[in-house]
């Protein structure tokens, strides 16, 4: 019965996809993928796509690695759930055991959630109560970073700061003080993020002498402000933010989600500041990809304020139905045995500057090419249309869409953001499969240039 299926129009007969134009897809109809294997993806008709975004960011250490896989399939024949109140199982206990031996200090109390964007309703939920019942009911406010990113429900996208998400959905977030965040290559300093005193935390000082006595958390994704466009700012200005949040009282959340196990080189984006945040969501890489799985972890102190007997009301009431999924723990404990083999990490010791050199040396050399920025393995190209002025392109054009469009046809999974141009690879691609991708990003991009008339 399959082979007479047609799938790309079944697939619009039933399917709303996230994230897109449903239109778009009369003229770039839905890939339908049959299989992965380590960066590849296969379409139902045997056509390879190099995976250079990591499926949405959340595929690590490759499709189908049989690690994961073999992990996966075991507990499944053990147990697939159970619920999470007043019941346990090994694999969630062995997970927070470890993952408390690889967090930054303090972090030690685990919460589970199934997705990236619950993880952030959850810190929000939590650090909300914790002034509520530790005397500083007037804390009830958030402040978040401008063009952040922190997911999709009503609470993550009132933090988060991108008009593309959230602008039509104004009228019904919360009201969130939003700072303006860093942003390197338009530095209103005129400095370079390699050497600045991060001048621009003065924005954060200013809203935190105004409005700290009224907020409970401020929210960041350290390093690497992903949906922006992969900006990447100084470790340095993380360590400032801390500093304001311990002087004015006011946690600091950490979204890890995107930047996790290795993105940015190491283990957590804020060890490059060498912090350590109250509360820290994880999600995406934590399963390599495999399941629906996230992680708010915090410290004694914020626990302790919610341990009291049951009738005083101070219990936190958040619950998902997949907590703690054992399925889920099964993978993130596979992904941390593999991490604790060290391999991965001798491998990108050299995978990384080659691939960031690779980029640097088939990008900067073109007019349209404002900057190329990378962190880990993680690199950004944002195209200008005059790179003296940084004038940005119409975004009518959709040029990213249009390179987009090309990559595909050479069987390369870009996806721009915009007109920004990233790689976000499965940590495990070897250098071959680094130069053809490069090659044909490059390619692509000044075919479209030339088609839109720019070169
Ligand atoms: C993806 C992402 C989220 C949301 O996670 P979902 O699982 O998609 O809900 C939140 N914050 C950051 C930084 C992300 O990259």
Redesign the pocket.
Known sequence: MEKNIDWQKEDLNYIWHPCSQMKDYEKLPPIVIEKGEGINLYDVNGKCYKDVVSSW?CNLLGHCNPEISNALKKQADILEHVIFANFSHKGIIKLSMELAKILPKGLKKFNYSD????S?EMAMKMSFQYFQQTGKPRKIKFMALTDG????TIG?LSVGACDLYSKIYKPILMDVIHIKAPDCYHCPFNKNRDNCSCECAKFAQESFEKYADETCAILV?PLLQ??AGMRIYPSLYLKKLRQLCDKYDVHLIA?E??TGFYRTGKMFACNHADISPDIMCL??GLTGGYMPF?AVVTTDEIYNAFYDDYLKHKAFMHSHTYSGNPLGASCALAVLDIFKKGEIQEQLKETTPYFNNLIKENFLNLDNVGEVRSIGLINAIELVQDKKEKIHFNSKLRLGYQIYNKALKKGVLLRPLGDVIYFNPPLIIQKQDMDYAVKVARECTVETLKENGFM
Request: glycine share 16%; aromatic share 10%.
């Open positions: 960011w997705n990236g964007s619950s952030i990113y922190h997911g999709e993550a994704e992903g949906s979204d989600i995107a999600s995406k996230a």
